[in-house]
């Protein structure tokens, strides 16, 4: 069974930055993708960025596009989630996300979730 531990999370001043971590465990395949979501108070689950284990382009929701950055150390089963020049509308708990194969924009399609931490961006 896959499980996915995130860390990483915090409170921050608008225009900071943060990274958040996300370890996946008893991961078997090489291939699949991972991801990053988010869900704020009374609102939806709402994509962020993917990318695949095995290279190649990277995706990203148009409201983080050029301040978030989705990276991977394969060697350490590891997604990297970089966030810039932070808002209060950022403000949300973020939640690691795997596939086993493509991923998709919508939650519902996602296999396996880590546990959520919790991003606030103060004005």
């Known amino acids: 069974q896959v499980s996915l531990v995130e860390s990483g999370g915090g409170l921050v001043q608008a225009g900071g930055s943060l990274r958040l971590s996300c370890v996946v465990f008893s991961r078997s395949s090489s291939s699949g993708a991972m991801g990053w979501f988010r869900q704020a108070p009374g609102k939806e689950r709402e994509f962020v960025a993917a990318?695949?284990?095995?290279?190649?382009?990277?995706d990203y929701a148009n409201s983080v596009k050029g301040r978030f950055t989705i990276s991977r150390d394969n060697a350490e089963n590891t997604v990297y989630l970089q966030m810039n020049s932070l808002k209060p509308e950022d403000t949300a708990v973020y939640y690691c996300?795997?596939?086993?194969?493509?991923?998709?924009?919508?939650?519902?399609?996602?296999?396996?979730w880590g546990q959520g931490t919790q991003v606030t961006v103060s004005s």
């Open positions: 990318t695949f284990w095995s290279g190649g382009p990277t």
């Open positions: 996300a795997a596939w086993r194969g493509t991923y998709y924009y919508t939650w519902q399609r996602v296999n396996y």
